[in-house]
């Protein structure tokens, strides 16, 4: 058979697009909860795109739940949809739009699963990966679960389903101390919201007040969108338990070192929300700063690749003294394929997105600051379009380190072998990309522009930085079994 | 909370809507088995309206499926739907438009199931109702298992799941032994297309031929149109699995008498499928003749109500003499329900459906004859448009005799209280409905036109006709626990 | 160029295409006249499938409109689309789905169709076909006219911009002055309801009152629906204008013989619908008198095919005394063509809509009753399946004449050379069909059932009966330029 | 009768809507123009995103035409739409999403517009607005002309359709001549390509090669998209016919002085089009510069208001040598609006789609430049986060002068009373607004910035500025005739 055991038959879902990244959002004592969802959902749409959910629970009309694929400002908005999900708790999830079609996905894969139980109903919405997942699932499956989701993530509501807890909150502790890997957790009962982030916090979960309510949400935007004030961040291995307006704080976990994301600063969340007190946005501008020092260059314009090497190319700029500018344009109405009118045109992909400003460009030296590379294939259509409008020089400069080595905590990468810096040094990388020189941030200046004046300290790194290091603080499991090798420990 | 411990959380599904009536469909042995399938429940529409599905194997891309709201002939059509349907072996459910809206099912309703096991994938659809769901549910998820839909039919994927047999055939066997009610199912695994009839044989099960292949039908028709042949009915309490193009009967459940629904022949069954080598239209037809010994009348015109009376009344007709003529003329195009523009018109909902051949009917006396008559209500709007179309006498006669009691194995009854026949006489209904004459045909008289030339033995009735007796072969343990108050034995 | 001047540029549609049948309605001097319209449309639905358009006026928010590819009921039943409609009058109008696919037409192309002129605006609905709109569309784009669309009616509304009357019921009568077919033609300006039929009345046209208001159908179907009162039918060459409640009559043509088109009680009404206070249900019986009488034979059933063909089949029994019954059961929710699965199966098309009931056939004389014969093929596949279903002989009775010349007034029919009629005799159809006899009623025996005692006086027919006949009453003056033959007037 | 003569009665179109800014593209001499003009559109969708259109023709099919609501990515990249699009010549139109619902726009008001003449297929595309198409249309409809759309682009075609000149192009010189105001044109007849621009230029047009083929363009992006090279601007008052791969340049008007919109610099045009030489973007980063000078204010940062903003604070920045940073974020899903949760919310609609930078602003004297101001509600709101933010001061600068003065010339401006510079001083805006200061850049500013060293010769200018200066070079007289009130001459 070429479906796995306990993959649902009707997505053929390859093991890569198990694991996204998603943002998770709920909020409780306020009227109306779906609607503040809908609208924390609809800020954290970045970090998922392809579908969203939400469920809530009223004292009448009890649990509800919708699920839609597309944005939430096109599903959530909608009064008919809107007005079946009444009362004051709900929790949502928003879900990564995979490489492969909107086919692959069922409807039933989109979050928060829901589950029965004796004691009562309970939904669960997760952001991040399991890497325990699937002996997890064989396990259950032998034990007479029944999978109706391609989604690891069902693996806790049916761990839930087998604990002998007699509590709800109970049963979710039990399955979380099962799974392995980086997972920030918002669930709700019918009067608890309850929030959770893994021993290390790989993934972020913020708190906020909103008059005698509580939200919670991935990042600081959600809470911003709706008028919250910001509380504090959830601790790593801390659980929240939001009942009758109150919060009480649990440790369900054994101890851990924090290793919270960097690639959460580097590119994933967006730049107004703030980790520890400091902005993304400051972070990235930081990061330029440092790129301006570490791989100075002589040049007429700074400009970013759009629109996510903005910050660090304003950095890189204001250190440098090199004049920022928007030499490229990004057309916001980007959307399906086009069909190729003819070979007459080259790079079309590229141009559908992007076009260059030809008189402000022509004949400049221009340094180009993107946040990251990882198949190279884009850099390589930006440089031929940059030098088709007669720059005189393109130099690269890139706001995070070679991302070396695939993401098993909750973010979408390519198996290793497509990984551009897998396989080249920085000088092959340059020259495979055809530009005049092209530099990385290292790893200690990355460390330094978020905060560690002392860049990395290998001993103890304060954040996950496996993409960059392969240092990979959670073994992953499943791919271990699967045959993928991790960097050797000398290396 | 307002939903029972067990119910999926967005579906507001009152008790009433899970008795649905459904037809199944499945191949085996054949190139594209999906499109015979489709085409199977194409022919057994009439059976269920609201949403298909199909489940299929193909050896090379594993189980797929698809589910969809609507009818088959605008899904299961489209070349984008059945290409991801591939394989030699398929299996189809259509499901019964209940009251409600669609909105009140969810897709996961939709069956087939599908379930994940240690020793592979297997399908299940189910036509019938399950007596002792509610208790099977409530003990499945105490014990650990998470159901996914409303549907009591998921209870047998689930059993399945925690049988100890080590094949699929026998943990199917295990979960039908533990289920009580009406059930026609059925399954498939990837090698083996299984049929299986409860031990009274309730709802139908038929088997076909089809080339080196064979297929399962609920009715003759769906064989029909596949161009397979008619080989035998499936057996009450046999289970047939077909594997490598040879069937093998098995008998899993202890022997029981007989009692095949005979409202299947009043109206259920399209006229042209075949039970016992008789057809269902010949069967009512001779409902019309028997109906003309028992209740004859002066009359100058018989009149179908369109179109389920249509071969009862000429079949009175023909007994009677009295010559058949369609007084009523049905619009095919009925949907959605029209914007009343003002007072002004009476019967609104019956006008959009049937109109009266006024000049045909004018200063006539008519016999009307319908299939049955459950609250009333649609009789009387007819009654009201044959007299204003002019009619000088109406009488009706009606095919099957006073339904009095709901059903309990897959037809969709409201409760007693809004049976007309449970609360009236025939008299009374005959005053309330307002016509000049009113007569139901015997049960004893149904035996006679299904076949029984003695009538009904009270002592061993050959059919289910509860909806008629309230004799109810197969104790409807769920709702006597909901209070439901059977017929006293005496009476 | 490929188009013909004066085609509209997205629409490929062929000669054949711009002859159609349709059903009309009007109603004025009621509250929300619209959702009289959508129902009158709903009843009229057998005379267009493809598309409908209501256009309306209410003295505060003007003239409003909505066309809609599909049914009337999934269209103007939407409370979004109906609430759009306001004000107390309205016409209407559904259209013929031709054998392209929809895109052929654009939704330009539905009508009502509108013009704003100096003294206001006014909307034309018509029913039939032009036989000189190519040269009158040509002539009007000489002298300065847009054609948006490329419906022949059109014409009507360019010729009342082109007149010089000062109001719009005397442009109209200007425009249809011009124009010469068949044509029943609905009309509304702010303030008037107005009907015509040409002076031969080829097409039908009827009148009710409704309350205080009136109301326009193509058939009487249509004021039955609303709960109107049938008046009387509008005559051929006159207008009726109706105003403030009044109903004023004009005669604005030459008089002309009545040819009121036979096909519409052969085929095209509903049965319900009546004509000279005979029912079509009655014609229609007649005619299986008829044919009875001119064609006897002996059998054991009289079968229709369904649905049209079971009044004459009525008749057939009623006539010859052999058994009426349901030997073919029609699937009625045949919709869109299924992927045909292999080529196991022969006749799918038919198979899809009609089922053979086996049990009742088998080993039996059947005589199958039928409208009519177009192209033959349909009669093929049906003899196939009743004789695979063992019948022991098969006898065509075809309740209209051989259909043997093309129709120029508003049904769609193929051109002559695919006429099975127009190329081989009755035994030589008898033959190729495949039959044991074929008999087709006589032109005589057609006017008799239809209550002309006499049969057909060839002198001064009472009906239109071009299609069997190739008597053309009205000279198909653009179909004479491309170089259709009529018949040989001694012929 | 509530809608004006001309009218198409279902569109609620007031006055205002009717004045829309457009793109239009147009290309022959390529293999697949369509997918030509579906690239170039795509790129000129900032310039109307409501509706698009494209007309091709094809030696073999002749004519064709899509029209469909909603961005070009969504229509115009679907195979079954551009199948239907073949030839080497084509055209097409985005139109502007008014304030309106979509439903105020029918599909027939979709341009390209498109003529049947005697000589053959005439489409026309138009940019701009007629200032005396009203009184033409009254005109046209009095001779007969029916007009099926809203938009008073479509007396163009009805003025062709009245010339008695013998060629299309010919008979759009005559109809151009009869038509007041601005305009862009792109028209095509089945082998040529035609491009106009009204005598003053006030609209822009480029002209391009691809291969041997030629394209015109709204602006130059459009052109490099589909990989063309820019050639020239075609000139005010020139009209361009291409056939069989030259290009013919005609004089059809009197001479008059060029008038460019400087709206187009100021916020119309796409940052990397050029005119003149000069990017947008630069002449926007200009405008910075030359407001630094103007308005310099001492602060920490200088924000934009995204997006159009920004490269004006880029010049700003670097004049004034305040650090530029990104202190608001946009929300690039902006889409539908959300419910409102509760009244807990403020500036809910501004929060759907910016957010500021909290821990960036916070105690930070904030410089703001915006593009314009027109009814200044939504700067109250920024100005209203921003200090929610912890801003120690914000102030205002405006990249343009205060908008007094509606367009009458193809942009969609509110009327006058609306304006909030049409009815306050700038110290009444500052206050009323609510900020520390507020500038606008002086018309000679913007001129400077747009390359006139001298500023504004007010004897000449060389822009259309009206909306600034109320100086309206062509005499809107339609306008005139309803009651506008231009400048006083002596003011």
Redesign the interface.
């Known amino acids: 058979?070429?479906?796995l055991?306990?993959?649902?038959?009707?997505c053929a879902v390859d093991g890569d697009k198990l694991k996204e990244e998603c943002g998770i959002f709920g909020v409780t004592g306020?009227?109306?909860a779906s609607?503040?969802v809908?609208?924390g959902l609809?800020?954290l749409?970045?970090r998922g795109?392809e579908a969203g959910g939400i469920?809530c629970h009223d004292p009448?009309?009890?649990?509800?739940?919708?699920r839609r694929f597309g944005?939430?400002?096109?599903n959530?908005?909608?009064?008919d949809v809107?007005k079946?999900l009444p009362g004051p708790i709900a929790i949502g999830h928003v879900r990564y739009s995979t490489a492969g079609s909107k086919?692959a996905t069922a409807?039933?894969d989109v979050q928060p699963f829901?589950?029965?139980?004796?004691m009562?109903?309970c939904a669960v919405a997760h952001n991040g990966n399991l890497t325990n997942a699937a002996a997890l699932r064989?396990e259950l499956?032998?034990?007479?679960?029944?999978?109706?989701s391609s989604s690891d993530s069902e693996c806790i509501?049916?761990l839930m389903?087998?604990s002998i807890q007699t509590t709800l909150a109970e049963r979710l502790k039990d399955a979380l101390r099962r799974v392995e890997g980086a997972f920030s957790v918002i669930a709700m009962t019918?009067t608890k919201l309850i929030g959770v982030r893994d021993p290390m916090g790989v993934r972020p979960l913020v708190l906020g007040r909103?008059?005698e309510g509580w939200a919670l949400s991935s990042e600081t935007?959600g809470l911003?969108?709706?008028?919250a004030e910001f509380v504090r961040e959830i601790e790593p291995g801390e659980m929240v338990i939001i009942e009758n307006g109150h919060l009480k704080s649990h440790r369900p976990f054994a101890p851990a070192p924090s290793r919270f994301c960097i690639f959460e600063h580097v590119y994933f969340s967006?730049?107004?929300s703030?980790y520890g007190?400091?902005?993304v946005?400051?972070v990235r501008?930081n990061i330029g700063i440092e790129l301006a020092k570490e791989a100075p260059v002589e040049a007429d314009l700074v400009c970013p690749v759009p629109?996510s090497g903005?910050?660090a190319a304003?950095g890189f700029s204001?250190q440098s003294g090199i004049?920022?500018?928007?030499g490229i344009?990004r057309?916001?109405?980007?959307?399906?394929?086009?069909?190729?009118?003819?070979e007459?045109?080259?790079n079309m992909g590229v141009?559908?997105k992007l076009?260059?400003?030809?008189?402000?460009i022509k004949g400049k030296r221009v340094v180009l600051v993107d946040d990251s590379v990882v198949r190279g294939t884009t850099s390589r259509k930006i440089k031929d379009m940059i030098l088709d409008a007669g720059a005189a020089e393109v130099h690269f400069r890139i706001a995070s380190p070679p991302t070396a080595w695939p993401c098993f905590y909750g973010v979408d990468t390519p198996e290793r072998s497509k990984l551009l810096a897998a396989t080249m040094s920085e000088d092959e990388m340059r020259d495979w990309i055809g530009v005049d020189s092209l530099r990385f941030i290292s790893l200690d200046g990355l460390y330094r522009a978020a905060g560690e004046a002392d860049g990395r300290n290998p001993e103890a790194p304060r954040y996950c930085d496996a993409c960059f290091s392969g240092d990979y603080p959670i073994a992953p499991a499943d791919k271990l079994k699967e045959g993928f090798e991790m960097k050797e420990p000398a290396e």
């Not at 055991?5 to 009707?10: A, C, E, I, N, W």
């Not at 944005?71 to 096109?74: A, L, M, N, Q, S």
């Not at 916001?332 to 069909?339: A, K, L, N, S």
């Not at 076009?355 to 402000?360: G, M, P, Q, T």
């Open positions: 058979m070429n479906i055991p306990g993959t649902p038959f009707d306020v009227h109306d609607n503040f809908a609208l609809h800020a749409q970045h795109q469920v009448i009309q009890g649990f509800n739940s919708a944005y939430v400002r096109d959530f908005t909608r009064a809107m079946g086919g409807i039933r829901f589950g029965e139980f004796s009562g109903g064989r499956i032998e034990r007479g679960s029944i999978f109706q509501i049916h389903a087998r019918r909103i008059g935007c911003d969108i709706i008028g967006r730049p107004d703030s007190g400091r902005s946005y400051e501008r629109d903005t910050p304003i204001q004049p920022f500018a928007l344009t057309n916001q109405y980007v959307g399906r394929t086009f069909i190729e009118p003819t007459q045109i080259r141009r559908l076009n260059v400003n030809r008189s402000l």
